[in-house]
């Protein structure tokens, strides 16, 4: 029995091949798991035919744990491989009152899973005058998880590593920036390249009330590769990462290094937090949770397709 299904994997993997080298699945492909139609089934946790999101200063092997290096993954759910791109289907409705993930970014990097190779152990995050980075994002995590929890939401505070497959209704990572000189100030979100369809509404109402709420200006040049390609969210290569349909964003609050900015957000966390609970109270207001998982996502398997939209 076990062997069968080791020929089962070896068999798909060719097939996965082939939808690689060709581009499309071939019509009358045999799924193997019952129910699915016009499609290849991929196991959770199976490699997936799909270029990966790569941050290009990950691309030294150093980082990867020798001979594991990542490769895009299927995530918990399973997903379908089908001519038009790769199908996530939609996780089990969650019940209750709705989750906000906040994570705190740069806490506890030194117990990252292997999957993650050594590419975030070195990542401790800015320091500058006395204050570090991770204090002040588990500072304003922790006003913001009040803020929300009095509401009656429900927070996970998580550290660098997230839950396989994380699913909430909204997830933001909160980073702090420098610069090195002190010069620049201004904030940034983004989402990944290869998200639900909501996140663009998740980072613009974010980015409305932060800005709106702390007078910083928006830093769009400074959105990076490292951003977009952030681990906590790419999904299609970590498996300790936010679900497919998880709406989820990074947030560098502002710049440490800059008198102005760290002002802000060591004195006066408190406002800090209350314009990023206004962006996530607007996002939840505008997005129900019928809509984040109604529907099963589908997502191209190259970078740098427009945004997946929502399929029936
Ligand atoms: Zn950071």
Redesign the pocket.
């Known amino acids: 029995m076990r062997r069968l299904f080791m020929v089962a994997v070896a068999g798909l993997a060719v097939v996965a091949a082939a939808v690689i080298a060709c581009g499309v699945v071939a019509p009358g492909s045999v799924p193997f798991a019952p129910g699915v139609a016009g499609g290849i089934a991929v196991r959770p946790g199976a490699p997936l035919p799909m270029l990966q999101d790569i941050d290009p200063e990950d691309l030294d092997p150093a980082r990867d744990i020798p001979g594991v290096p990542p490769v895009a993954l299927a995530p918990p759910g399973g997903a379908i491989v089908q001519s038009n791109g790769i199908r996530i289907p939609k996780p089990a409705m969650p019940t209750g009152p709705r989750r906000i993930g906040i994570q705190v ?2 806490w506890m990097t030194d117990q990252v899973p292997a999957e993650l190779g050594k590419r975030i152990t070195f990542q401790t ?2 320091s500058w005058d006395g204050v570090d ?1 991770v204090d002040v994002n588990m500072d304003v995590a922790e006003r913001v998880k009040a803020q929300l929890t009095a509401r009656g939401y429900i927070v996970d505070i998580l550290p660098t590593t997230v839950p396989v497959g994380y699913i909430a209704d909204v997830f933001v990572a909160l ?2 920036d420098s610069d090195g000189t002190g010069e620049k100030s201004g904030f940034k979100i983004a989402h990944g390249s290869r998200r639900g369809p909501y996140e663009d509404k998740l980072v613009s109402l974010l980015r409305d009330e932060y800005g709106k709420a702390t007078g910083l200006d928006w830093d769009a040049l400074g959105i990076s590769r490292n951003m977009l390609a952030y681990f906590a969210f790419n999904w299609g290569r970590y498996q300790h990462a936010a679900a497919p349909h998880t709406p989820a964003a990074i947030l560098e609050m502002g710049f440490l290094s800059n008198d102005y900015d760290r002002e802000l957000m060591v004195d006066k966390a408190d406002g800090v937090a209350t314009a990023i609970v206004n962006g996530i109270q607007r996002f939840l207001d505008e997005v129900p949770r019928s809509k984040i998982f109604g529907e099963d996502l589908v997502v191209p398997q190259q970078r740098g397709f427009p945004s997946p939209s929502p399929r029936t």
């Open positions: 970014g740069h995050g800015a980075e980073h702090a």
